[in-house]
């Protein structure tokens, strides 16, 4: 089965492509097959690398796909019948994980989130909202695509992965379900699962939608309640805070 990853960074996707392909034996997740996971719904798919990973760049095919494997991916999207994992992460928590992010190799590295600037902080919180916006579509078909929340795969992995394989019919490779114990490198197509980083242990009190709330100063929290799609926010099962 091929289930194609779509979702922001920093929503745990690297985690969502290890939790299938480590649990699951009939399972592939396509990373940058035919677009890059980080993109919009709505952005077309290409056959021959193009945009695969970074927008403006093409990758070469032969080291991430068989030719065949290539063409049973393009019928499904064509037929309509891709399988999404749709990635998503509380955009308090994701805000302040992607800023920090965007600003990993700063000298000096980022402190409050407050010091930068507004138009930064609103212009990340509207990708958020295309993003999700975009992929509501696809999750209005419940049968061929699933959300994956952050905060779900930490704090109910077995009860997310076992909807996983009862929506997909998937075959379990172990007797009890393997949850990582530490943060992935990036899924890399071609190959199987993501690498385990020698990094902290997940905290799973970190991943609670209120978690990361006190790190936002109120001017930013004002921002985001200013420029969040509230609709799209609920129809994710989350709330403005």
């Known amino acids: 089965m091929l289930v194609k990853q779509q979702g922001a960074m920093r929503t745990g996707t690297n985690l969502v492509k290890f939790a299938l392909e480590e649990n699951f034996t009939n399972v592939r997740v396509l990373v ?13 798919f290409t056959w021959h690398g193009e945009d695969w990973e970074v927008p403006g760049r093409a990758v070469d095919v032969s080291t991430r796909i068989t030719p065949a494997e290539l063409a049973t991916v ?22 302040v994980s992607y800023l920090r992010f965007a600003h990993w190799y700063d000298d000096p590295p980022l402190g409050e989130l407050s ?16 993003l999700y916006r975009s992929y509501l579509e696809l999750l209005s078909n419940g049968y061929w695509s699933m959300l994956f929340r952050l905060e779900d795969l930490h704090t109910a ?19 009890r379900y393997i949850s990582p ?5 990036a899924g890399i197509d071609g190959q199987s699962r993501a690498q385990l980083l020698e990094s902290s242990p997940f905290d799973q009190k970190s991943q609670h939608a209120d978690a990361r709330l006190g790190q936002l100063s109120g001017s930013v929290l004002d921002l985001v309640r200013k420029t969040v799609d ?10 403005v805070r």
């Open 32 to 44: 940058n097959i035919g677009r890059w996971k980080h993109a919009s719904a709505d952005t077309p």
């Open 74 to 95: 393009r019928a499904a999207v064509d037929a309509g019948t891709m399988r999404y994992a749709i990635s998503v992460r509380n955009v308090y928590t994701w805000l």
């Open 115 to 130: 010091g930068l600037d507004d138009e930064e902080i609103t212009t990340a919180v509207q990708q958020w909202n295309l």
């Open 157 to 175: 992995f077995e009860a997310t992965l076992e909807r996983s394989r009862q929506q997909w019919g998937l075959q379990q490779r172990h007797r």
């Open 181 to 185: 114990e530490r943060y992935l490198r």
């Open 230 to 239: 509230e609709d799209v926010l609920r129809a994710y099962g989350y709330k």
